[in-house]
């Protein structure tokens, strides 16, 4: 249990670390590029991206499994790691390719040929991502270390080189680069956890479970990272700059609700594989995310406006219909990585969760077809929080199916009821103030308050009481 609360802390510093530094970049990015510069950059960015998904196959939720359970056995470990490094190293570079086929042949991405090549290094360096090692052997401390370095080196930069509308191609290699420099980090770091070798090795008997993992990454891809790419081939890039304000907004809390169940995924892994079936860390996990993503929801629900003026800008106030919509992120997904991978992944069931992405895709295909030439951003939005909740659905009914593990439902309609107090809290800042940012520090205030005590002195909640509990500790001491 120690183990698991250190890893928890060190992975709430990297979530708050996520949190904090795009909103404080994200600011300054937004109102200098404007939404076009911002879609431009963000278009290439995710268009490469979805070619590193391809290339790493399945690797990170595979590999992440599969060190989890030879984490003590050091010749297994360096066979292990040795062969889907080698793996990954040879689709990056057929990925690259095919990448480079399609710049090529495609009118549209030639518009701003610097950008998707520059965008290039991402996918050919891709396999050097091997945070699914650490995260196999628990070693959340690392992971964490490495991103607060990069991300204050990366802040420093781009202060001095983004400056004016037209630096486009500065803010997008800059952003590529500190993700290389994350990636190099990991590769040395990892010489002192494993021993590499690319002798005798089997990459074969791989294939067959990656290729499972395979398939339902790319159909996940498809509407977590493809969505900001369906606007750019769909609609503009004032569209796409709007579609990743509204995201990016919608997406800060995400982290910290999945902060948990990360920390948790290799013992899942673990306790499945040693046959214990209703594993009891699934019913916190389960409480935690509703406990976060309700009242998380409906605040960015409510202070839609106010997020976007103070962290985007008066040029993006039309983003504010996908904020709403996108507001309901949190808890889906938070909810689906719950059933989809600490539980039916975990357990080895990934023909599962490929069936309940598949159908994710095929209706996150025909909605984004449908209505983001006529909806835009808007469009997206209601196409991918229609997706994400469907999915949630569909893995929750496969974890039952499965495995019979009932979660306490009750908890989500106890925690809505009680977010509904933010409605009046939310109207009565708005009332008596008129600056956005005084409007948001009031609420949030407010609310997280009132949401605290309640939850502490009526609902008798664990984590509050325990967090109150381990203050009182250290103040003691």
């Known amino acids: 249990m120690a183990s698991v609360k250190r890893n928890f802390l060190f992975n709430i510093l990297l979530v708050v670390s996520n949190i904090v530094f795009p909103v404080l970049v994200f600011p300054y990015i937004a109102r200098i590029l404007g939404p076009q510069g911002l879609g431009n950059a963000h278009f290439a ?9 391809t290339a790493s196959l399945g690797i990170p939720i595979y590999g992440m499994r599969e060190v989890a359970k030879v984490k003590n056995k050091k010749a297994k470990l360096n066979k292990l790691v040795s062969e889907l490094l080698l793996l990954n190293i040879i689709t990056a570079f057929i990925s690259t390719l095919v990448y480079i086929i399609v710049l090529y042949s495609s009118g549209t991405l030639q518009q701003n040929t610097d950008l998707f090549a520059i965008a290039a290094l991402q996918v050919l360096l891709g396999f050097l991502a091997i945070d699914w090692l650490f995260a ?13 370095v990069i991300r204050v080196i990366t802040v420093v930069f781009l202060l001095l080189f983004v400056k004016t509308e037209g630096d486009v191609f500065p803010y997008l290699l800059i952003s590529i680069l500190s993700i290389l420099s994350g990636h190099l980090w990991n590769l040395f770091y990892a010489f002192t956890k494993v021993t590499f070798s690319f002798s005798n ?27 900001t790419v369906w606007v750019g081939f769909l ?27 990360t920390v948790l995924l290799p013992r899942s892994a673990r306790t499945f594989a040693a046959n214990i ?37 008066d040029a993006f106030t039309d983003a504010l219909t996908a904020m709403r919509l996108l507001s309901f992120l949190p808890l889906c997904i938070g909810l689906s990585n719950l059933f989809g991978m600490q539980i039916l992944s975990a357990s080895g069931n990934d023909k599962l969760v490929l069936k309940s992405v598949f159908i994710g895709m095929l209706v996150n295909i025909i909605l984004n077809v449908f209505l983001v030439p006529t909806f835009a ?25 499965k495995f019979s593990i009932k979660f306490n439902l009750s908890r989500m309609v106890k925690d809505f009821l009680l977010c509904l107090i933010f409605v009046p809290i939310v109207w009565v800042c708005k009332v008596m103030f008129n600056i956005p940012s005084l409007i948001i520090i009031t609420s949030l205030t407010s609310c997280a308050m009132v949401y605290l005590i309640t939850q502490y002195a009526v609902f008798k909640n664990e984590f509050v009481q325990q967090a109150i509990v381990t203050v009182k500790n250290k103040i003691l001491k």
């Open 45 to 53: 960015l995710q268009f490469s991206k979805y070619f590193v998904t």
């Open 235 to 261: 609609s503009t890039a004032t569209a796409v700059g709007m579609y990743i304000s509204a995201v990016k907004l919608s997406k800060i809390g995400i982290p910290i609700v999945s902060a948990l169940g």
């Open 277 to 313: 079936q209703n594993p009891i860390h699934l019913q916190t996990s389960f409480n935690f995310i509703v406990d976060l993503a309700i009242p998380i929801g409906v605040g960015m629900f409510l202070l839609a406006p106010e997020l976007l003026m103070v962290f985007s800008g």
């Open 201 to 227: 090795l089997n990459l074969s008997h791989h294939l067959k479970p990656i290729f499972i993992i395979f398939l339902m990454n790319v159909c996940i891809a498809m509407y977590t990272i493809f969505d």
């Open 377 to 401: 951003h808007d469009g997206a939005a209601f196409s991918i929080v229609v997706t994400e909740g469907l999915v949630t659905l569909i893995t929750y009914y496969f974890a039952y199916q």
């Open 136 to 148: 196999g052997l628990e070693d959340f401390k690392i992971i964490t270390i490495r991103s607060l």
